[in-house]
């Protein structure tokens, strides 16, 4: 009764666990549509799943103009 009257000292929160922020980094090799050499795309994604992580990845490419030649590496990065 005391805690709703305002009387008793308030009770300290509760701390939040601190998480590491994970994403999965998604490296491709892409080239422009009408040929030329190859180069390195990278993407960060706050995905769970490494397919649709890859899937936006490329999704990102095709929007740029370009072409996905091959899928160099998809990991899971914690700090």
Known sequence: MREALGL???KPAPEKSKQCPS???VE???RKRNGGPAFRFEHKSRSLSTLEA???A???VRKKGWE???VLDVRQVSE
């Open 28 to 30: 491709l090799s892409v």
């Open 54 to 56: 890859q899937l936006e």
């Open 68 to 70: 996905v030649w091959a």
């Open 23 to 25: 994403y999965i980094w």
């Open 8 to 10: 008793a000292p308030a």
């Open 58 to 60: 490329e999704k990102i």
